[in-house]
């Protein structure tokens, strides 16, 4: 089994909306919008800094899955656990209408919405992104705040998933 060493990260977000307006005579108006956001990760437990990490390509089929931050297996056969979320990344694949993943809702949900059975829908070609790199993060507490629940309705749909913190 392998162990990870040194983690670092860079996160870049980049938005841009132009919008033309036109009001029917030889008068036309553009609108430019151009957010960034960046955030640099260094390997270790304080602000800005992680130490583990979790990423993987799954399809979940008609039932909801439950992954569970204290216990997950990577691509190198690691076992993750986490005892701090700092970041979730998760990309619905799916193009199709009404191929809608749900995020959160389990009574023992990690606490990143206000209740526990609170959810998020993540649309096709949708991604859901949230960051907390304060020292502080997202507690994972094994039994009753450590499960990330991916719910895909009646469909098959495959999704791209990345969780970064601090390990236990």
Do not use: H
Not at 20 to 28: I, L, N, Y
Request: charged share 20%; net charge negative; with cysteine.
């Amino acid at each position: 089994m392998s162990t990870l060493t040194y983690v670092t990260g860079v996160l870049n977000l980049t938005l841009n909306i132009l919008c033309d307006k036109t009001s029917g005579d030889v008068s036309e108006v553009r609108e430019s919008l151009n957010v960034t956001g960046s955030d640099t990760m260094a390997n270790g437990i304080l602000i800005d800094q992680q130490d583990e990490y979790y990423a993987d390509r799954r399809t979940v089929a008609a039932a909801a899955e439950d992954l569970d931050l204290t216990s997950l297996t990577d691509a190198l056969n690691r076992t993750v656990s986490f005892q701090k979320v700092k970041g979730i990344f998760i990309k619905n694949l799916s193009v199709s209408a009404g191929e809608i993943l749900t995020v959160g809702g389990d009574a023992n949900s990690l606490p990143f919405l206000t209740t526990a059975t609170d959810s998020i829908k993540v649309g096709p070609d949708g991604l859901l992104l949230l960051t907390a790199p304060s020292v502080a993060g997202i507690t994972v507490t094994g039994g009753t705040g450590d499960i990330i629940q991916i719910d895909p309705g009646a469909a098959s749909i495959t999704y791209d998933i990345v969780i970064w913190g601090i390990k236990t």
